[in-house]
């Protein structure tokens, strides 16, 4: 097939850097796409390994679950009331009949807000005799 054009262009019009224009368009096209699916990639695998995480790791599940920060002086709870909750919250999640014999893990559940970082002191929060969620 032959294709003729009617109009000329002329030599001062011609870009001769085009084709290194479009390939520059092209790679920008390529690397964002790139990006793109690795950055969603990556999210997605984070949040597979959070929820993992949440699921074997009872500490973590519970602070994801159930604990909250608040600023308030009445919301504080020692580190053995949270451990009861905890172990309330677990013996609710596996429908066991007896409490387990399991440790908070206080490292876990300030991984979930930095500001609860007043539990590495024995405390944690908690509203009106209930959990925050």
């Not at 909750?85 to 609710?92: A, F, I, T, Y």
Request: proline residues 2%; contains cysteine; neutral net charge.
């Amino acid at each position: 097939m032959i294709i003729e054009f009617s109009e000329q262009i002329p030599i001062e019009d011609i870009d001769i850097g085009l084709e290194d224009k479009l390939k520059f368009l092209s790679f920008q096209r390529y690397f964002i796409d790139f990006v793109q699916r690795t950055l969603l990639s990556k999210r997605n695998t984070h949040l597979k390994l959070e929820d993992y995480r949440a699921e074997i790791n009872n500490s973590y599940g519970f602070a994801i679950d159930k604990v909250a920060y608040s600023e308030s002086s009445t919301d504080i709870v020692t580190r053995s009331e949270m451990r009861s909750h905890m172990l309330d919250w677990v013996r609710e999640k596996y429908s066991l009949v007896k409490a387990p014999k399991e440790q908070l893990n206080p490292q876990e559940i300030c991984r979930i807000n930095s500001e609860l970082n007043i539990l590495k002191k024995k405390y944690a929060n908690i509203k009106n005799g209930k959990m925050l969620h």
